[in-house]
């Protein structure tokens, strides 16, 4: 019983996830079955190109690539656009209008990859920094990785997936990027960025942290190697923008999947870095009970654990008693999904709630979800 309730609650937690990682799985397993192997593929963007319009900028792609586009009658804030290449490339690509706070969805999204264990990091493409996911789909014939590149610009959120082995191919679509508005804003949750017709940028120091930049720019350390600062440059942006704790960013900076920075370099922006790991802690808090409906149990321990956010017990805590959260409602909604999508019946789901194993909600609880079933 232990090992069944175990699986279902992963099984609710997958059914509940939604995002970038969905979206690819579909969209690639969709494509033509046709088209020739990667191995034969010679794409390249040295002939004749085609202009694609989205909302805030401009690409450039090859001209026999064919192009297609999906625009939902029941939400006209989302287009969806694909290319497909005689070779076998498949680029998907989506533009998100519709959202009140972009930013605020995407650390979210975040969040959900997290604590799924997906690779991510943020990298720099034509002078606009976005976040990158490595997503692995493995089936009987074919396993492959799918690279997200997720950016914000003018609040409008866009996503573009493609898979791993053409990844220099987006790059140098990247390349050819041109906004249609001089003043356009590329906003990565802290920082600014003024995008131009050229790839040159112009950084915009939020209000709040002018003065602290000002003195760092005054009195620069130069016997501080680049890779320490660079390292701590990362760091900071990983704590600050995702919410990582301590262990987690200097996991980041030291893996071969991640930066690759040397240890002692990882260790040196760790000593040095500017970050509220107690608030750090508290928005992980938030957004796993906004987003996946956990418990105030299940919370504290995906903070703590080792294989999740890896938070000391003192700031999970801290993270605990300041969430602001209606663990009934959540109890209510994963109760909903157990309902819905694996046809339980109501003891069994209040078996699943309370259980250690399971959702770890409290008897009272666990029966307010049971009692407001249909």
């Known amino acids: 019983m232990k090992k069944l309730i175990c699986m279902l609650t992963v099984l609710s937690s997958l059914v509940m996830f939604t995002g970038c990682a969905d979206s690819s799985n579909n969209r690639v397993e969709s494509s033509d079955e046709n088209m020739v192997s990667s191995s034969e593929a010679e794409d390249t963007l040295t ?220 260790q040196y922006a760790i000593d040095n870095m500017v970050a509220d790991f107690n608030e750090n802690a508290l928005q992980k808090a938030q957004s796993y009970s906004d987003s996946m409906y956990m418990s105030k149990a299940r919370i504290y321990e995906q903070l703590t654990s080792e294989y999740g956010e890896s938070f000391t017990a003192e700031e999970a805590q801290y993270a605990i008693d300041n969430l602001t959260a209606d663990f009934n409602y959540n109890a209510l909604q994963k109760a909903k999904s157990y309902q819905d999508n694996m046809a339980m019946s109501k003891d069994r789901i209040y078996e699943q709630l309370v259980s250690e194993y399971g959702e770890h909600f409290t008897p009272e609880e666990a029966q307010y979800a049971v009692d407001n079933l249909e």
């Open 47 to 266: 002939g004749e190109l085609q202009s694609v319009d989205f909302q805030e900028f401009t690409l450039q792609i090859p001209e026999d690539w064919t192009v297609y586009s999906m625009l939902g009658e029941d939400d006209p804030g989302f287009y969806d656009l694909h290319f497909s290449s005689k070779s076998g490339l498949r680029l998907d690509c989506e533009e998100r209008t519709d959202l009140s706070n972009s930013g605020t969805y995407l650390k979210t999204q975040v969040s959900l990859r997290e604590a799924t264990n997906t690779d991510l990091h943020y990298v720099t493409e034509n002078g606009i920094e976005m976040l990158k996911s490595t997503f692995e789909y493995k089936s009987d014939s074919d396993n492959y990785s799918i690279y997200c590149y997720d950016f914000l610009i003018n609040n409008h959120l866009y996503s573009f997936e493609i898979k791993s082995e053409y990844d220099d191919i987006i790059k140098e679509i990247f390349t050819t990027m041109q906004f249609k508005n001089n003043n356009a804003v590329v906003t990565t949750s802290t920082q600014k960025v003024k995008a131009t017709t050229t790839t040159r940028t112009e950084t915009i120091i939020p209000e709040t942290t002018i003065e602290k930049t000002e003195e760092k720019t005054e009195t620069p350390d130069e016997s501080i190697p680049k890779e320490y600062a660079n390292a701590l440059s990362k760091a900071e942006s990983y704590a600050n923008n995702m919410y990582m704790s301590k262990n987690r960013v200097f996991t980041q900076l030291t893996s071969e999947y991640g930066e690759g920075f040397s240890v002692e370099a990882a």
